[in-house]
C-alpha cells in the first residue's frame, strides 16, 4: 500500500521542511538554533527523500529545499526505468512465444486431418481461465454454461461479473444452469440479478448437471474428472453437439432461477431435493456422493438424510435404502386369475 509522504517523514524532519521552503539556503547550524534541536539526522533524512539538496555554489554544508513534484519524480525515476525495461521484456517474451503459433497452427490442422485432433487437455488453472477469457471475448452468438455445484464462490462470481455484462451489452445471448441449492447462494443471488437484468437466463435444476461452458456452438469446456481446474477444450463438431443438446435437455426440465425465493417456492425446492435424495439413496450411493452431486455440503445432505429415514421408521441407511427403493414391476397382463 502506498505510503503518505507526509506519513513517511519523522516530526522532525516535516519540522525542517517547513523550515527550509521558508529560506533560499540554510546550514545545520542555523537550523539548529531556529528548531531547537540537532538538524543534522533530519537533514540526512530528507536528503534521502530528494526533497533537500546542496544549495548552488553555497559550499558542501548548505542546503536548500526541493519541491515534492521534483522530489517525487527524482525517487521514481529508477521505478519508472525499471517498469520501462520489464515492460519491453514482455514484449520479447511475447514475440518470442507467438512466433511459434504458425507452427501450432500447422500441427493441430495436421493433427484434425488424421482425425485425432479436437480435443486439448489443459491443466492449469491459470491457463483455462485466461482461455476462458479469450473465448468470452470471442463469442458473437450465443454462451451455454452449466455449473453443478450449488452456489459459486465469490472470487469466481467477481472474477466473471465484468466479463459476462462485457458479453451481453455486446447483444450475445446467455443461458445459464445452476443446482437449485444455488438459490440460497446470497452472491450467487446477487450475480443472477445483474446479469438477467442485461439479458442473460438463468435457470436450476436439482441433479443431472455436467460442468461445461459451449461457445457459439463451435467450442466447448468440460470438467476433467478428479483434476481440480483442469478442463477439456474440445473442438471436434460432434462432441459439441452433443454438449449442447445434453445442455437444452437440462434446460428444458429447469425452473427459472428467482432472485428472491418465497416460502412457497422455499418449500418446493425442498420437497424436489428431498425426492432427488430418496433416488440416491435408494441406489446406495454414500453421503459425500450425494452431497456432490447436489451441490450441498456434506453436513446439510446428513440432515436430509436422517429426516427421511425417520419419515420413513427407517434405522440404518441400508435400511432406508430398502425401504425407499422403487417396487419391481409386476408380471404383464395382469394377475394371474385373468
Same mark, same amino acid.
Given at each position: 500500500?502506498?505510503?503518505?509522504? /507526509?506519513?513517511?517523514?519523522?516530526?522532525?524532519?516535516?519540522?525542517?521542511?517547513?523550515? +527550509?521552503?521558508?529560506?533560499?539556503?540554510?546550514?545545520?547550524?542555523?537550523?539548529?538554533?531556529?528548531?531547537?534541536?540537532?538538524?543534522?539526522?533530519? =537533514?540526512?533524512?530528507?536528503?534521502?527523500?530528494?526533497?533537500?539538496?546542496?544549495?548552488?555554489?553555497?559550499?558542501?554544508?548548505?542546503?536548500? +529545499?526541493?519541491?515534492?513534484?521534483?522530489?517525487?519524480?527524482?525517487?521514481?525515476?529508477? %521505478?519508472?526505468?525499471?517498469?520501462?525495461?520489464?515492460?519491453?521484456?514482455?514484449?520479447?517474451?511475447?514475440?518470442?512465444?507467438?512466433?511459434?503459433?504458425?507452427?501450432?497452427?500447422?500441427?493441430?490442422?495436421?493433427?484434425?486431418?488424421?482425425?485425432?485432433?479436437? %480435443?486439448?487437455?489443459?491443466?492449469? %488453472?491459470? +491457463?483455462?481461465?485466461?482461455?476462458?477469457?479469450?473465448?468470452?471475448?470471442?463469442?458473437?452468438?450465443?454462451? #451455454?454454461?452449466?455449473?453443478?455445484?450449488?452456489?459459486?464462490?465469490?472470487?469466481?462470481?467477481?472474477?466473471?461479473?465484468?466479463?459476462?455484462?462485457?458479453?451481453? *451489452?455486446?447483444?450475445?445471448?446467455?443461458?445459464?444452469?445452476?443446482?437449485?441449492?444455488?438459490?440460497?447462494?446470497?452472491?450467487?443471488?446477487?450475480?443472477?440479478?445483474?446479469?438477467?437484468?442485461? @439479458?442473460?437466463?438463468?435457470?436450476?435444476?436439482?441433479?443431472?448437471?455436467?460442468?461445461? #461452458?459451449?461457445?457459439?456452438?463451435?467450442?466447448?469446456?468440460?470438467?476433467?474428472?478428479?483434476?481440480?481446474?483442469?478442463?477439456?477444450?474440445?473442438?471436434?463438431?460432434?462432441?459439441?453437439?452433443?454438449?449442447?443438446?445434453?445442455?437444452?435437455?437440462?434446460?428444458?426440465?429447469?425452473?427459472?432461477?428467482?432472485?428472491?425465493?418465497?416460502?412457497?417456492?422455499?418449500?418446493?425446492?425442498?420437497?424436489?431435493?428431498?425426492?432427488?435424495?430418496?433416488? #440416491?439413496?435408494?441406489?446406495?450411493?454414500? /453421503?459425500?456422493?450425494? *452431497?456432490?452431486?447436489?451441490?450441498?455440503?456434506?453436513?446439510?445432505?446428513?440432515?436430509? =438424510?436422517?429426516?427421511?429415514?425417520?419419515?420413513?421408521?427407517?434405522?440404518?441407511?441400508?435400511?432406508? @435404502?430398502?425401504?425407499?427403493?422403487?417396487?419391481?414391476?409386476?408380471?404383464?397382463?395382469?394377475? +394371474?386369475?385373468?
Amino acid at each position: 500500500m502506498p505510503v503518505d509522504e /507526509d506519513e513517511a517523514l519523522s516530526p522532525a524532519a516535516r519540522r525542517l521542511y517547513a523550515y +527550509a521552503v521558508e529560506r533560499h539556503a540554510f546550514d545545520a547550524a542555523e537550523a539548529t538554533g531556529a528548531l531547537g534541536v540537532r538538524a543534522a539526522a533530519a =537533514i540526512t533524512e530528507l536528503a534521502a527523500a530528494h526533497l533537500l539538496q546542496r544549495a548552488p555554489g553555497g559550499g558542501p554544508d548548505r542546503w536548500s +529545499a526541493v519541491a515534492p513534484r521534483a522530489a517525487a519524480a527524482r525517487a521514481l525515476a529508477p %521505478l519508472a526505468q525499471l517498469a520501462r525495461e520489464t515492460h519491453d521484456e514482455m514484449d520479447r517474451l511475447r514475440g518470442r512465444l507467438e512466433a511459434l503459433v504458425p507452427a501450432y497452427e500447422a500441427g493441430t490442422a495436421h493433427r484434425d486431418l488424421s482425425g485425432s485432433g479436437g %480435443l486439448e487437455l489443459v491443466t492449469d %488453472l491459470g +491457463a483455462v481461465r485466461g482461455l476462458i477469457a479469450e473465448l468470452v471475448a470471442a463469442c458473437e452468438r450465443e454462451l #451455454l454454461t452449466s455449473q453443478p455445484g450449488g452456489g459459486r464462490p465469490l472470487e469466481t462470481l467477481e472474477e466473471s461479473i465484468g466479463r459476462d455484462e462485457s458479453l451481453l *451489452a455486446r447483444g450475445v445471448r446467455m443461458r445459464t444452469l445452476y443446482q437449485h441449492t444455488a438459490r440460497y447462494s446470497r452472491p450467487t443471488a446477487a450475480y443472477v440479478e445483474r446479469v438477467t437484468a442485461l @439479458g442473460a437466463q438463468v435457470r436450476t435444476l436439482g441433479d443431472g448437471l455436467m460442468r461445461m #461452458l459451449v461457445f457459439d456452438d463451435h467450442t466447448g469446456l468440460m470438467a476433467v474428472p478428479d483434476r481440480s481446474g483442469a478442463a477439456l477444450v474440445v473442438r471436434e463438431p460432434n462432441v459439441v453437439h452433443f454438449m449442447r443438446g445434453a445442455f437444452e435437455r437440462s434446460w428444458l426440465g429447469a425452473e427459472p432461477f428467482p432472485t428472491t425465493v418465497s416460502p412457497d417456492a422455499a418449500r418446493s425446492i425442498s420437497d424436489e431435493l428431498r425426492q432427488t435424495i430418496v433416488r #440416491l439413496l435408494s441406489e446406495g450411493l454414500e /453421503d459425500k456422493v450425494i *452431497a456432490r452431486r447436489l451441490g450441498m455440503s456434506e453436513r446439510t445432505c446428513q440432515r436430509h =438424510i436422517a429426516e427421511i429415514m425417520r419419515a420413513v421408521g427407517a434405522k440404518s441407511r441400508f435400511q432406508a @435404502g430398502y425401504l425407499l427403493a422403487p417396487a419391481p414391476p409386476g408380471p404383464p397382463g395382469g394377475g +394371474a386369475g385373468e
